[in-house]
């Protein structure tokens, strides 16, 4: 049984941001485009594409990068989907780029970066839950979710308690939903480090 105690120092919320949320926001903030409002779609598509590849070359694929095309399309597929949550399109998301509406063209290249940043801190709880606990033993799995719901129930806050969305067992089975618990509580911390 690993130790509970070496798991909670990975997971503290403070530490995820250090060593992972830090380098993210220093990528977003010396990203500087070499303009603050686009005339044309193509122009709005190739700072999405450069800040893409900017971003995941510092931060995700350690100097790996995508070409134009695939950081473009990877870039518009985060705001799009930013957008769609507000009921709106990629035409929006041009327009407001355009325009300097919204926050303009750097309140989208923010979002881009918070994509990026919270796929990393995802990944990084994702590791360490991983390295222990074991993904084939169901007793081990409910024994360091019960710890771990003594330790972080004042950062996550109470659990859900219907359909027994509150018990070690069903967060056992349901790694995902609880690293995205822990995620949302590092985001927050991270926000305000």
Do not use: W
């Not at 990068?65 to 507000?86: I, K, M, N, T, W």
């Amino acid at each position: 049984m690993p130790s509970i105690s070496a798991l909670m120092a990975e997971l503290d919320p403070r530490s995820i941001a250090r060593r992972v949320g830090l380098k993210h926001d220093d990528a977003r903030s010396q990203y500087v485009p070499r303009c603050s409002r686009v005339s044309t779609y193509e122009e709005f598509a190739g700072i999405l594409g450069d800040y893409y590849n900017y971003h995941s070359c510092r931060c995700v694929t350690r100097g790996g990068g995508f070409s134009r095309h695939q950081a473009a399309g990877r870039a518009r597929q985060v705001v799009e989907r930013d957008y769609r949550r507000r009921d709106q399109d990629i035409s929006a998301a041009f327009r407001d780029a355009r325009d300097g509406t919204n926050g303009g063209l750097r309140g989208i290249l923010d979002t881009i970066a918070d994509q990026l940043k919270g796929e990393a801190i995802e990944a990084h709880i994702e590791e360490i839950l991983d390295s222990h606990v074991s993904p084939v033993d169901p007793h081990a799995q409910e024994e360091i979710v019960r710890q771990l719901f003594a330790k972080l129930e004042p950062v996550l806050g109470p659990l859900e308690t219907d359909m027994g969305m509150s018990s070690p067992q069903y967060y056992a089975a349901r790694y995902r939903q609880l690293i995205r618990k822990i995620t949302d509580a590092a985001r927050k911390i991270g926000d305000s480090v």
